[in-house]
């Protein structure tokens, strides 16, 4: 097990932490739920430093590193929808989960072709991976009630990470576009969905 490998089940592991200190009825459950993504954040960047610099990537790495990565947003937007039952904040959560099911299955499925690189990580992917992130811990750490700016804030920073989301989303497709058009591998739809089903 190398170290990379640690650091992404470090961060795994952090996911029901957060769930428990988020809940806990003091006011300091606030900042300690933001440090707790901040820390998941950070080991995201480290693992995959270490990994290249160190050469310890593995086929696990490879696989575990962007699921966890995927858990820990995707439970932290589930925890802020429940805070704050709001419309607009569900609909931008929705469009952030949904992009990531729907780009993690699109990089499978070029994977098996032989096409990962076509989707690769692009620079707007990364831009918005960072406006997340802070919108994720913006909103972690302040009691909105007590910190309406900060609110407001948190709110411009996941709209921009949503519309991010949308546009890296499309760049992603129309990389993919010429091979989901394809149909010389034959159309194996059906089987395809009985396997699945």
């Not at 099911?101 to 960072?130: N, Q």
């Not at 499309?170 to 699945?196: F, K």
Request: glycine share 6%.
């Amino acid at each position: 097990m190398t170290l990379a490998n640690q650091l992404t089940l470090f961060r795994v592991a952090l996911i029901p932490v957060l769930v428990l200190v988020f809940f806990l009825p003091y006011k300091w459950s606030y900042l300690a739920s933001a440090v707790i993504f901040c820390l998941a954040a950070i080991t995201d960047w480290l693992d995959g430093y270490i990994a290249r610099k160190m050469n310890q990537s593995t086929p696990f790495g490879a696989f575990l590193d962007p699921v966890a990565d995927k858990l820990m947003v995707a439970t932290a937007l589930v925890l802020l929808v429940g805070l704050h039952q709001s419309a607009w904040f569900t609909i931008a959560a929705a469009v952030i989960i949904g992009r990531e099911i729907a780009v993690s299955a699109l990089r499978e499925w070029m994977a098996a072709l032989g096409l990962r690189s076509s989707v690769a990580v692009s620079f707007i992917g990364k831009v918005k991976t960072t406006a997340q992130m802070a919108a994720i811990i913006v909103l972690l750490a302040f009691d909105v009630r007590e910190y309406p700016v900060m609110e407001t804030i948190g709110y411009i920073l996941l709209y921009i990470a949503a519309a991010l989301t949308l546009w890296s989303m499309v760049i992603y497709l129309r990389a993919a576009w010429p091979a989901l058009m394809d149909n010389s591998e034959g159309n194996n739809e059906d089987g395809d969905r009985e396997e699945g089903s």
